[in-house]
């Protein structure tokens, strides 16, 4: 085989190479034995010193003929191996937008604020405003100008959070949500009709039934001529609006400073409608909250004449009641934030 076949063959098998390479990574494995000073182009150089100056040019321009054939070739597979790349990359990270829902799905108000949306439109419906106030008070609004001085007894009703400000224990996280009722008649005056719910805070170990952080809604009224019996009809009126016509209040005797009389609210045990079972321990009843008519010290704290105005005060928890509405079992499950739990309700 004379020099100038061999090098035609050499060049076919090169393209013959090229063409089988199946990725650009392929390709440039393969370059070495394409062009490299060991591979069959690259070593005709050599060859080309023995021949004389006529065949030398000649073969030489075969030589480089055949070069310049297996560079295009390269040239061409290495852009058609990087188109494909370039397709197979566009279709592995393809958005179909045509995918994305019209209507993506919302999230809704928790559990706890829905109830406490509800009991806001029933108050409201009933005549009652909405009052808010802050979380964090001082001693005085959340004990001292609701009749329990530092000394009283009934402070342990509340186990309390206290926050260090560097001023004593005079700032604590709200125990309930009766400073608000304070903040309601220092700011407005009678007459009042207010509901004020809010997030509120005790030293409490979370159980099934206790949250250290909660929330309750608490009633204020204060005008003239105000009864217990004005209390009465005005909780049983709210029971029958929330719970229906079906379930009624009752009202036991109890205590608490910031009111005189005092009492528990209990409404109809809304898992038997009264029969007794084990949520109401064979009772019939649920106990609500706590009630009573506004003590006259608190009234004085405030500078409301008790002798021309007289009052009530109602408050209960929000989070139990939605507990109960729902047969939740757990307090717990309302506050551990699983988006499987909340998007039932
Ligand atoms: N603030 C009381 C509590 O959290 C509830 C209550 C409110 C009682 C208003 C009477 C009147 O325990």
């Known amino acids: ?122 108050f409201v419906g009933m005549g009652f405003t909405v009052a808010e106030g802050p979380e964090a008070e001082t001693d005085w609004y959340n004990f001292e100008a609701l009749n329990i001085p530092r000394w009283h007894p009934a402070r342990s009703m509340w186990d309390t959070l206290y ?9 604590v996280l709200r125990t309930h949500t009766s400073p608000v009722q304070i903040r309601v008649m220092q700011n407005q005056g009678p007459p009042i009709y207010s509901v004020m719910p809010g997030r509120v805070y005790r030293r409490d170990t979370a159980d099934a039934s206790h949250m250290p952080v909660f929330h309750q809604i608490e009633g204020l009224v204060v005008d003239r001529g105000i009864t217990f019996g004005d209390l009465a009809g005005t909780l049983d009126a709210f029971t029958a609006a929330y719970f229906g016509e079906s379930i009624s209040s009752r009202l036991r005797p109890s205590y608490f400073p910031f009111t005189e009389p005092s009492a528990e609210f209990d409404i109809t045990c809304v898992i038997c409608g009264g029969e007794g079972c084990q949520t109401c321990q064979r009772t019939g009843w649920i106990e609500l909250g706590g009630c009573g008519m506004v003590h006259p010290n608190v009234l004085r704290n405030v500078d409301i004449d008790p002798e021309e105005y007289s009052g009530f005060a109602f408050g209960f928890g929000i989070d139990r009641l939605a507990l109960m509405r729902h047969g939740v079992e757990d307090l717990r499950q309302m506050f551990t934030n699983d988006v499987r739990f909340l998007s039932q309700f």
Not at 3 to 27: C, F, M, N, P, Y
Not at 84 to 109: F, I, K, N, Q, Y
């Open 1 to 122: 085989m004379t020099l100038t076949d061999e090098i035609t063959r050499a060049g076919e098998k090169a393209v013959a190479i090229i063409a089988e390479a199946a990725s650009l990574d392929e390709l440039k494995a393969a370059e070495p034995t394409i062009f490299g000073k060991k591979s069959a182009l690259g070593s005709f150089k050599k060859s080309l010193g023995g021949l004389d100056p006529d065949e030398r040019r000649q073969v030489g321009r075969h030589l480089n003929a055949v070069r310049d054939e297996v560079g295009e070739a390269l040239a061409r597979r290495r852009e058609q191996l990087a188109a494909v790349e370039r397709r197979r990359l566009l279709e592995a990270e393809r958005l179909d937008l045509t995918e994305v829902p019209t209507s993506p799905r919302l999230g809704h108000a928790h559990l706890v604020s829905q109830a406490q949306e509800r009991l806001e439109d029933v």
């Open 163 to 171: 926050l260090d400000l560097g001023d004593g224990d005079n700032v």
